[in-house]
């Protein structure tokens, strides 16, 4: 949902950035990793201790990076598949440092008994599942099947996860984090089970095929 808006911030709003970042001779994978190692330290720094505002302003001024190197590869003309690879592998790491962080806050003297260990496990889930939705689509995709589609993409979980605990912990309302883990674990949930379907019945189909015309599936001679 939120990709609709890329062209405007990587156009209008970033451009300045990435004209000083080539004319400095600063590559976009150098811009991708030091954007990353941002977002792990305001997550991984600042949320353990309850500081959550102060986390997702840190996240947030290096998190634009992931829109910046992009703008940055194609203005130079340097789009490559070990750019996408690099950058792919690096918003693993962002993804888990922000719900990790979030777990270590819950896990904290922040919160005693039940509720901690409660949303521990709901930040952990929201964790998993969403590294799951991306493998799901980039093992479909290697493997010749689409795997698109679902609900909550990551931009749109990022921005969700960073605006509510920002809120929350600027106005003091736990209960705005607490709504949107449990929102994102649905939602991530059901974008898994859609994949997971969406490339059964393509496999199935598939399978059916080369059962039907051996000559043409993947173990037939030549293939």
């Known amino acids: ?11 209008v709003v970033l451009m300045p950035f990435v004209r000083l970042f080539i004319k400095l001779g600063i590559s976009p994978d150098t811009v991708t990793f030091v954007g990353t190692l941002g977002v792990v330290a ?10 959550l505002l102060v986390g997702v302003l840190v996240i947030t001024a290096f998190v634009f ?3 910046v ?21 690096l918003d693993r790491i962002g993804d888990g440092a922000i719900f990790g962080g979030l777990a270590l806050y819950f896990a904290g003297s922040h919160y005693d008994g039940g509720v901690g260990y409660l949303y521990l496990c709901v930040t952990l889930w ?13 093992r479909a995709e290697s493997l ?5 589609g679902g609900i909550a993409e990551r931009a749109d979980r ?15 309302v736990p209960i705005l ?13 059901y974008t898994v089970v859609f994949r997971v379907l969406k490339v059964y019945r393509q496999a199935t189909a598939l399978d059916a095929l080369s059962t039907a015309n051996p000559d043409e599936g993947p173990g037939a001679p030549g293939a």
């Open 1 to 11: 949902m939120l990709d609709r808006f890329k062209d405007f911030w990587q156009g």
């Open 42 to 51: 305001g997550a991984l720094v600042f949320f353990p201790r309850g500081q």
């Open 65 to 67: 990076s992931d829109l």
């Open 69 to 89: 190197d992009g703008k940055m590869a194609r203005t130079l003309g340097r789009s490559s598949r070990f750019g996408a690879f690099w950058d792919s592998t």
């Open 126 to 138: 929201c964790l998993v599942m969403g590294s799951v939705t991306s493998y799901a689509r980039a």
């Open 144 to 148: 010749g099947m689409d795997a698109k």
């Open 158 to 172: 990022t921005v969700a996860i960073l605006v509510m605990t920002g809120l929350a912990g600027w106005f003091d």
């Open 177 to 189: 984090l607490y709504v949107t883990l449990w929102a994102l674990a649905a939602a991530t949930t």
